[in-house]
């Protein structure tokens, strides 16, 4: 898709965001939706949207469905480990600051894996220079940076490279 339909790609997500959170598409509730979503769509066109770059092939809508997917699994498993943790009386925790390798150069989709690893529970992305990515990791299965990429990159990253161009 051209530059010139981003601010259109940005507008239609905004807008239909808008409308899921108010559950209602009432023509006041549509009309304010659409004047905001439009507002910020031409304000911010060029740095704002999460479809930036995005492909719209089916092999990346159904990659980003399983992403949705993956990232949800992800979630439930890291709560119920750190759970598991936190209830321990031993508190069963090796926290290291770990290197790991990313693939990726698209800026949103470097952005979206920074803030899945960081929004799953036991990690955080700290920082990025070039193709690593620095995470802190509570509970380090290994500290070299084969296994930390494998263990939290890896599986972001699978679905991201078929989403970003």
Same mark, same amino acid.
């Given at each position: ?6 601010? =259109? ?6 807008? %239909? +965001? *808008? ?5 209602? %598409?009432? =023509?006041?509730? =549509?009309? %304010? ?5 439009? #507002? ?17 092939? #089916? ?7 399983? @992403? ?9 498993? #890291? ?5 598991? +943790? ?5 508190? !069963?925790?090796?926290? #290291? ?9 698209? !800026? ?25 990515? @620095?995470?802190? *990791? %509570?509970?380090?299965?290994?500290? &070299? ?6 263990? +939290? ?5 699978? @679905?991201?490279?078929?989403? @970003? &161009?």
């Amino acid at each position: 898709m051209s530059r010139s339909l981003e601010p =259109l790609k940005l507008f239609l997500t905004l807008l %239909v +965001i *808008w409308l899921l959170l108010n559950g209602s %598409v009432a =023509l006041g509730t =549509l009309a %304010v939706g659409v004047v905001v979503a439009g #507002a910020i769509a031409v304000l911010f066109r060029e740095s704002l949207s999460v479809l930036s770059g995005h492909k719209f092939t #089916a092999e990346a809508l159904v990659a980003s469905l399983l @992403y949705v997917g993956y990232f949800l699994k992800e979630l439930v498993k #890291a709560n119920l480990q750190m759970a598991a +943790i936190v209830l321990s009386p031993r508190l !069963p925790v090796e926290p #290291a600051i770990v290197a790991t390798r990313v693939r990726l150069t698209h !800026p949103v989709a470097r952005l979206l894996l920074a803030n899945s690893i960081t929004l799953t529970p036991g990690t955080l992305s700290v920082e990025m220079k070039g193709d690593t990515l @620095y995470v802190h *990791w %509570v509970v380090a299965k290994g500290t &070299d940076v084969e296994t930390a990429t494998r263990e +939290i990159v890896a599986g972001f990253e699978r @679905y991201l490279e078929k989403m @970003y &161009d």
